[in-house]
């Protein structure tokens, strides 16, 4: 682009200024190429010329479009030049606050000189993981991306941290060790990173200081190596320091400090254990008072010593050699106190004797007082012939002690940072490390002297491997892409390194000057002036010959060669070191004694002096200079650099004043040169800056595309040809594999084109919008117009009209008016002449009317006589009639009385009554003769059986004879007569069984009596109730406010206890797994060839708790029964389990009632087995006795069970009304008849099963006819003496039945000679059991009709909600636009489809689950058949006869279980085993939840049964252990966390169901509580697995959130579940560095989809394993506070993310979380009201931010962030154009002041560790354990059920 193109009217620009350094302003003019002046306008509307020329002063700088203002990278800029940079690092640190911004690979880090809240532990989490790119700069992100890439790339790594004094470089440093201790903890709990933290205390006490710059600066570089393992947990460090600051020892500038230790050590001087080092106040110490003020403000000397010594001690520093370090710090004070007099010659000095400093100083040290005092003063002289002892003077005494202090406190300060490498140190075998590197930054003072030359020529090392390191990663990114790449230019600042290491460089000459025995400074300086004066980066000044300037890389420096060569040389006085090499206290003597000295000799305490000694060669590190030691030690820290990976921090100091969020451009700029900050933006912007990836590109600008070009696939080929259409010169562009990379301003030229775009568009919109404004104006002008017109020439028609109207009323009221007038006369005339003519008719009427009035008057005086007169007649005659009447009538009554008298006396009159009654007397008489026939029949019927019967008693007489006679007689009878006997007693049990039969029907009768009673009691008392809470509902209105807080304290109070007690039991959970680790370790160290035990003798010695024996208890109930809580829920299922109670009661009975009948079954059939084994059966006669009398019983049995069938039929009728009266709802009622069909399904079975009894015995009587048969046909064959031997068990058993018929017979006969209508007592006794049967079947059918009638209600109701939604779906939809009801029927659509997709899968997986179900009862009954089959087999063989062998096969019976398992002792490793740690949840997902958990308290039932305390502590204890060796195997496998946390909180609630408190016994049912805990009491224990629980629980949450987390971020912040929505933006640096990893498709490949996916998977599986819904409920909740925590830290995090589109991505986002919720039935677990903070973060996003309205709005809609929150989130804002705008810096105070009332927490980040408080609810089970089956499949056949 040319100069033409660029420098156009309205281009903003970048101009000198001598204070602000750059200042905008605006081109007012377009600019040819070659005017000598631009025209501008400042930002105070100020016009300015602005001379422009070729040479003196170019075209000033371009500035960025606002978009790019505030960017996280300043490589992202599109100009990249010193103003743009400066000016972006003053918007974000001022406006935004901000104080991290990254400059490609740099790291730039601005000094608040504030504590900001953004270094916390959430933070650090927040970080940890994510891509250095997809984060805000920080501290942190570098110290991940140094640890990822030490992780990803095998290679070690480094942190430069640099800076000038007071920018913050210790900070720095310290937040990222921290970041790496807290990531990177150890794995084997040695608290390496605590110990790695605690070492910045105690380098910041001895090795920190107040300057005028800063008050706690660093005087010494450090370089701390962190040490990793293989899998990259800490497991050491070590530290290297270089050049310690030691004449800040003696000496401090004014309002300096000395190193803060000796302040301490002064401020705590009171304590006991310091009183022996006789300190005072800091004032009174010459080493601590040189700079006059002692204190800094905010600091307390004596706290901060405190922290220093528990730091000694976490390190391992015992606490006498704190005491001896602290002891050597307070001489060094004493030491400065030391007066030394001066002579009168001035030659010497002395010391008094009393000094008190002196003996302080000589007694801490533990050294002679007297020879100190000598060699303070005097010093020896060593030739080569002799030695001499010489005075100094004053001065020359005062700067040896100088000197010796400073050595001393060297030596002190070495001997401290070694003792902490050896507390560092570990006996792992470092894998890698990372180095971070505190050191001093480039320096220029006033004065500049031998400290800053070397820190400066340290800065010169380090900026040359910047610079390389730099322009390497820039030539890699373009190998990498593929473009040709021309050598970047950089700046090479070897020759001034050259300059002073070099040989006879500046190192070189000043070491020579110092072996010249009579070096002066000025002497050096002349050599350096003689040898430097041509090199470039050498000057001498003009007005000195004592000093040399330096051109370093960051600017001129003049150094003032005074102290030079004294400094370098560090010189002390060797007797000085050898009197404190014979201290008495060996750590005072190690300091001083060197690594080649031998041991001293305690013996020799005075060395005698030869006359001539051999002068004894210095040690060698003393020959060393200082120099020479940081030249030494600064290569080998540039070799270790060179080999680790570095990351660049620098640290920039704002203001020299030391203000809050002030910012000195000036002062700034000269640190951005100086730190190598406008480098890497020099390097960056030679090459090519700019970089965008082809789909970002293509999104960016794709309005400046054609049509043609935007219907192509290959976007790629599209962004070509855009750029070789807009952009004509090809070298500014280049293409490679993934990005476009441009040329510094060709995305502001691309930018600025796309402005136009957008600026030409908006004008052609305005002017069509104009356009239609005025047409609209135009239209409406016109309209009023003709209104006008329209009502003007109406008013002049109306006038008219008017005029008419009064002419023609005028006529009318003249017309009127004389019509009045001539009327009125004429109606006086009238008027008059009708007056005269009224009164005279009126007087001749008045006269004719008394004319009349006379005669009628006497009309009705004759009228009154003549009716007197006739009714006086009339009453004389009607009397005399009445008495004539009387008379008659009283002589005819007399008659008739005499003749009905007559006819009753006659027969006559009796035949006509009668004539009815003999018809039914023939009636009568017919049915009787009818009933006598059947009586007849019936007669002969019983005379044939009694002449059967007699005939068989006679032939059984005849044969007991014939026994008679054959064994004597008298043994016979006395059998006969127990044979009599046995039979009465049988009679007798059955009269007992029939009276307990009737007991039994009165009491059911009674108890529905009762029931219906208690139902009408209940009525009442609920109306009761009801009044009472309608006047208590009343009265508590007033308090209910209290009782509400009352209640909200106390339950906060109780969750606030709950999560202490749950922390702890984190604690816990954490130390024993540190236990465990260090176990696992020391048996690693002890390990050694040999017998290893395996897990079966093992077993008995891995017990970790030694609770006593306890016992529990379980509760059970049928299988239907859970299934059925499980489909109708546990609330409802609760509320009618009273019901249940009592139904089962009497369900168990009718159990009862079988297993009788079943014995009695049984009994027969051993009968038959017997009798078909002995054979011996004589005569068919006994078999029909025998069968006839189990017809007998048998119906008698059948008979009382119908009608205890019947009673339960009414006593179920009973309670469903009972229950459809009480119930307030339908599914109360639903749940109740779904007992009831449970209870029918049970009976139906009862019936069955006796079906199968029925026919079984039919069998068994037909095979023993059989058997029978074939055995008289052998017996007639048999010897005579075979048969008596074995005939009287048979012949007593045929007795038995004899007796029994001929009593049946006998009792028949009796009643019917008794009641001669016998006849219609049967009929009336089949009539009544015809009603039974009908009265049943017709309440069956009604029960029917109800369920289909309740059925039906039900799908009316579903029916009409789904209309109602329905219609409020269509009332939606209307009320949309089309495009909107379009893609809102789509979605509806999408979402039915998937609902009934989860559907279909629910069902699939049901019917799977009970395929597999009933295919598992298949093999079992299959097993029992081929059981059955085989005893068959076996005992078939087992018989003689043949023809045995074809009988029915018998089924085996059920026993009655208790509901317990027993196994022996020995199998308790194998049970374990078998149970818990071999087993995998889905062997067991096809049968009942929880079952390890029912199987193991079986087993403790039965340990509690037998009362083996041994055995159920033995037990419990294994069980706790191997679960959690489980838990530990399986420590990321959500799956088997969750199964074992279903079965664990099972076992608890069996363990409170069963244990027999009638807290936990309310809901159980009479057979659980029969099954309750008998002996022990197994409260600790529930205690123990309760919090087992709580730890699993916890795990839960960490395996749940560990596999969510890397998904959050990208799906609910960064995928596009709207697409098309999100903008691109410029990337810098960070965001396509290599940095990225981007081997694993990163965390852009979740989505949404996946995320709830995920959740889902989750919910199934916890669902599938049974676990409590309330705990489910809370996981989710959990979840979703992990879900927000992690999305809100990162939107907080993130500028690229502050947006309006994010906003509305986020809040469609949420809404399908909130969705989900409620499609699981989990929107009540209180998880929604967790996604509240990021749903307001969403709206913050998307509201207005102008006004003072709409921060009112934002202050009231925000109320679950925090001020911080809602501040952070509007300085992040950012918008995508140029069309939307910034929140105002104006906007943002307004919301901080209406939120200041506010008391929100200091944090800004949620913490992402927060886990809310769990409760476990007692639920108990609703299954019976002795219905429980054991899989064959888990391998637990040593278990026998009990």
Not at 175 to 199: C, I, Q, W
Not at 363 to 368: A, N, Q, T, W
Not at 583 to 591: H, I, N
Not at 671 to 684: D, K, P
Request: charged share 30%.
């Amino acid at each position: 682009m040319s100069v033409n193109e660029l420098f156009t009217k309205f281009t903003r620009v970048w101009i000198p200024d001598p204070e602000d350094v750059w200042r905008a302003a605006e081109i007012t003019r377009d600019y040819k190429e070659g005017e000598s002046v631009l025209h501008l306008r400042l930002e105070d509307e100020t016009p300015l010329e602005y001379p422009v020329g070729p040479k003196s002063n170019p075209l000033p700088f371009l500035r960025n479009p606002d978009i790019l203002v505030g960017e996280n990278d300043l490589t992202a800029l599109s100009y990249l030049h010193e103003p743009a940079v400066l000016h972006n690092l003053r918007v974000r640190f001022l406006e935004s606050n901000h104080i991290y911004t990254y400059c490609g690979i740099v790291l730039v880090a601005i000094n608040p000189y504030e504590q900001l809240q953004i270094y916390g532990e959430e933070v650090i989490n927040a970080y940890s993981g994510q891509n250095m790119g997809d984060m805000d700069p920080h501290i942190f992100a570098v110290a991940e991306e140094a640890y990822k890439q030490m992780a990803r790339d095998e290679r070690n790594q480094s942190i430069i941290v640099s800076g000038e004094s007071g920018a913050g470089k210790t900070v720095s440093a310290k937040y990222a060790m921290r970041f790496f201790a807290t990531v990177g903890g150890s794995a084997n709990d040695t608290n390496v990173e605590e110990k790695v933290l605690a070492s910045s205390p105690i380098m910041e006490a001895i090795g920190n200081a107040k300057t005028t710059r800063n008050d706690n600066s660093s005087r010494f570089g450090k370089y701390i190596q962190i040490g990793f393992s293989r899998h990259y947990h800490i497991i050491g460090a070590n530290m290297r320091t270089y050049l310690l600051e030691k004449s800040r020892v003696v000496f401090q500038a004014e309002d300096e400090r000395n190193y803060h230790i000796f302040y301490q050590l002064c401020a705590s001087a009171s304590l006991p254990e310091l009183k022996d080092l006789s300190l005072t106040s800091a004032e009174d110490f010459t080493y601590t008072s040189l700079g006059e003020n002692i204190f800094i403000e905010g600091v307390n000397d004596a706290e901060d010593f405190k922290k220093t010594r528990e730091a000694f001690s976490l390190l391992g520093i015992k606490d006498s050699s704190q005491t001896n370090i602290f002891r050597i710090m307070a001489s060094i004070l004493h030491l400065g106190n030391i007066e030394i007099c001066s002579e009168r010659d001035g030659e010497s000095c002395r010391i008094s004797r009393d000094d008190l400093h002196l003996q302080h100083f000589c007694r801490l040290l533990g050294v002679e007082l007297q020879q100190m005092e000598h060699w303070l003063c005097h010093r020896k002289l060593v030739t080569a012939s002799e030695t001499y002892v010489k005075t100094t003077s004053s001065k020359q005494a005062a700067n040896a002690r100088d000197a010796l202090a400073k050595h001393i406190y060297a030596r002190m300060f070495d001997w401290i940072v070694e003792h902490i490498n050896k507390a560092l140190q570990t006996s792992y075998k470092q894998h890698s490390f990372i180095g971070v590197l505190d050191i001093y930054g480039f320096e220029t003072f006033e004065v500049n002297s031998f400290e800053q030359f070397c820190i400066n020529y340290a800065n010169e090392k380090l900026q040359q491997q910047f610079n390389s390191h730099v322009f390497k990663l820039e030539q890699e990114e373009y190998m990498k892409e593929q473009i040709p790449w021309t050598l970047i230019d950089f700046y090479d600042n070897q020759p001034c390194i050259d300059l002073i290491e070099a040989r006879l460089g500046v190192l070189d000459l000043l070491d020579e000057e110092c072996k010249v025995p009579k070096g002066t400074d000025q002497n050096w300086a002349q050599k350096l002036y003689k040898q430097h004066s041509s090199s470039a980066h050498f000057q001498k000044p003009r007005m000195s010959n004592t000093s040399f300037i330096i051109i370093h890389f960051a600017d001129k420096v003049e150094y003032q060669c005074d102290g030079f060569l004294e400094k370098n040389r560090d010189t002390v006085y060797e007797e000085q070191i050898n009197i404190l090499k014979a201290s008495q206290f060996q750590l005072v003597a190690d300091l001083f004694h060197e690594k080649d000295d031998p041991p001293p000799q305690k013996s020799s305490r005075v060395n005698v002096r030869p006359a001539k000694s051999t002068p004894r060669a210095p040690n060698k590190d003393h020959r060393k200079t200082v120099g020479h030691q940081f030249r030494s030690s600064l290569h080998l820290l540039m070799e270790t650099l060179n080999a680790t990976t570095p990351h660049y921090v620098r640290c920039i100091k704002p203001n020299d004043y030391k203000e809050a969020f002030s910012f000195d451009s000036r002062r700034a700029v000269q640190q951005l040169r100086a730190c190598g900050v406008l480098e890497t933006i020099r390097i960056s912007a030679a090459g090519y800056p700019s970089r965008w990836t082809y789909p970002d590109f293509f999104s960016r600008y794709r309005v400046l595309m054609r049509k043609s070009d935007m219907t192509s696939a290959d976007k790629k080929l599209v962004c070509k040809h855009l750029l070789e259409t807009l952009i004509k010169e090809p070298d500014m562009f280049q293409f490679g594999k993934t990005k476009i990379f441009f040329r510094a301003g060709q995305v502001a030229y691309l930018e600025k084109l796309r402005a136009d775009k957008f600026r030409a568009a908006c004008i052609k919109i305005q002017k069509t919008v104009r356009g239609w404004l005025q047409r609209v104006r135009y239209r409406k002008i016109r309209k009023s117009a003709i209104t006008l017109q329209r009502y003007g020439r109406g008013y002049l028609a109306r006038r008219y009209a008017e005029y008419l109207r009064l002419t023609r009323a005028a006529l009318i009221c003249q017309k009127q008016y004389r019509m009045v007038r001539e009327r009125r006369a004429y109606l006086r005339v009238r008027q008059a002449v009708v007056t005269i003519q009224a009164y005279t008719r009126g007087m001749f009427t008045r006269r004719i009317y008394w004319e009349f009035l006379l005669h009628h008057k006497a009309m009705i005086i004759q009228r009154s006589v003549r009716r007197w007169l006739r009714r006086k007649k009339f009453r004389r005659a009607r009397d005399a009639a009445i008495i004539i009447q009387c008379a008659y009538r009283r002589m005819r009554a007399k008659h008739q009385l005499k003749q009905l008298k007559i006819e009753a006396r006659s027969a006559q009159h009796l035949k006509k009554l009668n004539t009815g009654m003999e018809n039914k007397i023939v009636q009568l008489q017919r049915k009787m003769d009818d009933q006598s026939k059947e009586y007849r029949t019936q007669n002969e019927q019983l005379q044939m059986v009694n002449v059967n019967l007699g005939s068989e008693v006679n032939k059984l007489q005849k044969e007991l004879e014939q026994l008679r006679g054959q064994q004597g007689g008298g043994g016979q009878l006395e059998e006969v007569q127990k044979l009599m006997e046995e039979l009465q007693e049988a009679q007798a049990e059955r009269k007992r069984l029939e009276e307990e039969h009737s007991t039994e029907k009165l009491g059911l009768r009674q108890r529905v009596e009762e029931l219906e009673a208690e139902n009408s009691l209940l009525k009442s008392e609920k109306e009761e109730l009801n009044q009472r809470i309608l006047q208590l509902s009343k009265s508590s209105t007033d308090d209910g406010s209290s009782v509400s807080q009352r209640e909200a304290s106390l339950q906060t109070e109780l969750d606030a206890e709950r999560q202490r007690y749950q922390n702890l039991l984190k604690e816990f959970s954490r130390l024993e797994q540190r236990y465990d680790n260090l176990k696992e370790e020391q048996a690693l160290t002890k390990f050694h060839p040999g017998h290893r035990r395996n897990p079966s003798n093992q077993s008995s010695l891995e017990s970790d708790s030694n609770y006593p024996s306890i016992s529990m208890s379980e509760v059970g109930d049928t299988e239907d029964a859970t299934q059925l809580v499980e489909e109708m829920g546990v609330e409802k299922a609760a509320m009618d389990i009273s019901v249940f109670m009592k139904l089962q009661k009497r369900v168990r009975e009718l159990e009862q009632e079988k297993k009788r009948l079943q014995v009695n079954v049984d009994k027969m059939e051993e009968l038959a087995k017997r009798r078909g084994s002995e054979g011996k059966s004589p005569t068919s006669e006994r078999e029909t006795a025998d069968l006839t009398y189990n017809n007998l019983k048998s119906q008698e049995l059948e008979s009382e069970n119908k009608r205890l069938k019947n009673d339960l039929n009414e006593l179920r009728k009973t309670i469903s009304e009972r229950a459809s009266q009480n119930s307030s709802s339908n599914e109360l009622q639903d749940s109740y008849n779904l007992l009831l069909s449970q209870l029918k399904a049970a009976n139906e079975e009862l019936d069955a099963r006796k079906e199968e009894v029925l026919i079984l015995r039919t069998q068994i009587v037909s095979t023993a006819q059989l058997q029978e048969k074939n055995e008289q046909i052998e017996n007639s064959n048999n010897v005579p003496e075979e048969n008596n031997s074995e005939e009287p068990v048979d012949k007593e058993e045929a007795l038995r039945v004899c007796h029994g018929l001929c009593e049946s017979k006998n009792e028949q006969q009796d009643w019917c000679f008794l009641n001669e209508d016998g006849e219609l007592g049967l009929a009336y006794q089949g009539l009544k059991q015809v009603a039974r049967l009908l009265e049943a079947q017709l309440q069956s059918q009604s029960r029917q009709h109800k369920d289909e009638l309740e059925a039906l209600h039900t799908q009316i109701e579903l029916l009409k909600d789904d209309i109602e939604k329905k219609q409020e779906i269509l009332n939606y939809t209307m009320s949309l636009s089309p495009e909107a009801q379009v893609e809102y029927s789509v979605q509806q659509e999408i979402t039915r489809l998937t609902n009934d997709n989860l559907d279909l899968k629910e069902l699939v997986e049901k019917l799977e689950k009970n395929e597999r179900k009933l295919k598992k009862q298949l093999r079992i009954y299959m097993k029992k058949v081929q059981e059955l089959e085989a005893s068959q087999a076996a005992a078939q063989t087992s018989r003689s006869r043949p023809e045995l062998s074809r009988q029915v096969t018998v089924q085996r019976k059920e026993r009655d279980f208790e509901g317990m398992l027993e196994y022996y002792k020995e199998d308790e490793a194998l049970l374990v085993k078998s149970l818990i740690t071999d087993i995998k949840p889905n062997t067991v997902s096809a049968t009942v939840p929880c079952l390890p958990a029912y199987i193991l308290f079986m087993c403790i039932r039965h340990a509690d049964y037998i009362n083996d305390d041994q055995k159920v502590e033995s037990l419990l204890t294994s069980t706790i252990n191997a679960i959690k060796k489980v838990l530990k195997k399986n420590n990321d496998d959500f799956e088997m966390t969750s199964f074992w946390l279903a079965n664990t909180s099972r076992l608890l609630h069996c363990l409170k169901q069963y244990s027999g408190d009638e807290v936990f016994m309310t809901q159980n049912t009479a057979k659980q509580n029969e099954h309750c805990l008998k002996n022990f009491d197994l409260a600790e224990y529930r205690q123990v697995l309760s919090d087992l629980s709580i730890q699993i629980y916890q795990q839960l949450i960490k395996v749940a959130e560990a596999t969510i987390q890397p998904m959050i971020v990208s799906a609910m912040l960064e995928s596009e579940s709207i697409p098309s929505l999100a903008g691109v933006k410029p990337m810098g640096y960070r965001n396509r560095s290599s940095s990225m990893d981007t081997d694993g498709g990163g965390p852009s490949s979740y989505t949404l989809e996946a995320l709830i996916r995920q959740l889902g998977q989750f919910h199934a599986i916890m669902r599938d394993h049974g676990l409590d819904p309330e705990i489910v409920g809370q996981v989710v909740r959990q979840l979703f506070h992990c879900i927000n925590a992690v999305t809100l830290n990162n939107l907080l995090l993130r500028k690229d993310v502050c947006s309006w589109s994010t906003g509305m991505q986020l809040r469609y986002n949420t809404s399908q979380m909130e969705e989900w919720l409620r499609g699981n039935n989990l929107y009540q677990s209180k998880a929604a009201a967790t996604l509240e903070p990021i749903i307001q973060a969403a709206q913050l996003l998307q509201v207005k931010k102008k006004t003072s309205q709409d921060a009112e709005a934002i202050c009231s809609l925000c109320t679950a962030l925090t001020t911080q929150q809602i501040v952070k989130i509007l300085n992040l804002y950012t918008p995508l154009n140029e069309f939307e705008e910034r929140v105002t810096v104006a906007f943002i105070r307004n919301i901080q002041n209406r939120l200041q009332e506010r008391n929100d927490p200091p944090q800004l980040l949620v913490d992402t560790k927060h886990t809310f408080p769990v409760l476990f609810p007692y639920t108990p089970s609703a299954l019976s354990l002795e219905t429980l089956h054991i899989p064959a499949s888990l391998g637990l056949d040593f278990l026998v059920r009990v």
